[in-house]
């Protein structure tokens, strides 16, 4: 029998559960469940270089970051019929890489570069996209993304079955607008942020909710 709250009181949600075995899923039904279930995913839009000069760009929501002394991002990339993505390849080769940060009105620009193109074509060449030229890195930044990090492969960790391996960086430079970067902090309202949910959907900030913070950020 349900009790009913007190006045004041929050009552907590009631769920009826389905519980699958993890252990026995296939790859397929583990990976549909974790990218509807892991949400929202922060995007990393990555420009590489290969050994060859073909610059790639392609966007990636298993994305984090994962360290702030010295700063790291992480981003897991799976393999391709067994083989190597052209982005993971050209990280492992060069050890270079840079993510910028995607917002609105770059999505449709960013997301056609989502497309299988062949390892001998340059995504940016392809769609037209304006770039800046690294300079800690050989790798150029995409010029209409508000935010860009150059980093530096630190290592790649292969996990799992090895489908996956988790490529960290460390960040070398921030390249960060004035429109969203005030010499302090950056304002990820103004920035208009966009996210990856489950199946075709990708999200952006909708009902903003202020709490204060319980714990002093580090120094």
């Not at 892991?38 to 984090?64: L, Q």
């Not at 304002?187 to 996210?195: A, E, G, W």
């Amino acid at each position: 029998m349900a009790v009913a709250a007190e006045p004041g009181m929050s009552t907590m949600p009631s769920h009826d559960f389905t519980t699958l075995d993890a252990t026995a899923l296939d790859t397929a039904t583990a990976y549909r469940l974790l990218v509807g279930a892991v949400v929202p995913r922060p995007v990393a839009w990555i420009t590489t270089r290969g050994k060859d000069g073909v610059v790639n760009a392609a966007p990636f929501s298993s994305y984090n970051y994962v360290a702030h002394s010295p700063p790291m991002v992480a981003v897991n990339i799976g393999t391709k019929d067994g083989q190597l993505k052209d982005t993971a390849r050209n990280i492992v080769e060069t050890g270079e890489f840079v993510v910028n940060v995607p917002n609105v009105e770059v999505m449709e620009l960013m997301h056609g570069c989502s497309a299988d193109y062949p390892p001998e074509t340059s995504e940016v060449e392809a769609l037209g996209i304006d770039l800046l030229p690294g300079q800690r890195v050989k790798v150029p930044r995409v010029a209409a993304a508000p935010i860009q990090m150059e980093c530096r492969l630190e290592r790649a960790i292969t996990l799992g079955r090895g489908l996956n391996t988790l490529y960290i960086g460390e960040v070398l430079l921030f390249h960060l607008s004035s429109a969203v970067f005030d010499g302090r902090h950056v304002d990820s309202v103004k920035m208009r942020p966009i996210c990856r949910l489950g199946g075709p959907l990708y999200a952006e900030l909708g009902t903003l909710h202020n709490r204060p913070q319980l714990q002093k950020p580090p120094k």
